[in-house]
DNA sequence: ATTATTCCTATCGATTTAGTAGGAATTACA
DNA sequence: TGTAATTCCTACTAAATCGATAGGAATAAT
């Protein structure tokens, strides 16, 4: 299941995306526009600054604007930040790889070889979705 | 993340699926095997054979067997009985749709359209995937 | 009868999710 | 220089879900 901060803080991205110029966009206009509770936008949009996705600008008339091109981000590094993972189990995950306790041989089990399977085929649509595609009216 | 549920439950059905003939096989067996706890894997075979995908015999000697051959039995079947949508929000789900509340026009939302495109091509890996492929040793 | 097994219901602790609360720090502008 | 508006930060919380565990009823073989 899609977190909620993750459908949050793709929503948006999209709206900073498709703003005009690249004035700083301030987090009541999205939550407004877009249904998000305030304070919890707050805090995605930290996230997505901290984690190199977003600028900001502090105090009266600041907020959040794109420091790359929307066809430069890519929806594969922006679930990576909001949702974690993009494999279903640890053992087959490429940034955040981790060893099964349960199982002996990764390689003899078919969890695994299947979970393999279903990253690929999740990462070739993100690493080929950019904020620029979502943007697109 | 891929539930323990899930994971527990394909390797207990590919166990089954190796064994010869098809006799029943008790759930103690498959839970010294493959490392699950007896109570809890007991649950997920309960589970599996509600919806069709194994049977049961009773008593002594008894014990879970497949009801179909493993080139008929899904993974994209098996999954939704184990983990529930495929998709992974509501309102992309082929078999388990809502509506969301926050969202006035599906066909507008960038996020409903991203997660078509995610849930299409995991689709294409678990139908295309069956018990069969995944008990080949 | 006895034993071995599935079947069923209920409960529980830990973790995660989806926020909320409160205020500090920073900036624009009158 | 003061005030208003904004991001930034920390802490807390209610509810849901996960990963089991407990205890025993029902059923079948011997």
Do not use: W
């Not at 590094?77 to 995950?93: K, T």
């Amino acid at each position: 299941m899609l977190s909620k901060k993750t459908k949050y803080g793709l929503k948006a991205l999209t709206y900073i995306a498709r703003q005009e110029g690249n004035k700083p966009v301030q987090v009541g206009e999205i939550a407004k526009s877009e249904q998000i509770p305030q304070k919890f936008l707050e805090s995605i949009l930290l996230t997505l600054r901290k984690s190199g996705c977003l600028g900001s600008k502090k105090g009266k008339h600041g907020g959040y604007y794109l420091i790359k091109r929307p066809s430069e981000i890519i929806m594969a590094d922006v679930m990576r930040v909001l949702e974690g993972p993009i494999a279903m189990v640890p053992c087959v995950s490429l940034n955040f790889y981790e060893k099964c306790d349960d199982c002996p041989d990764e390689n003899k089990c078919t969890v695994n070889k299947l979970m393999i399977e279903v990253r690929d085929s999740t990462l070739q649509v993100l690493r080929n979705t950019t904020l620029e595609d979502l943007s697109i009216k």
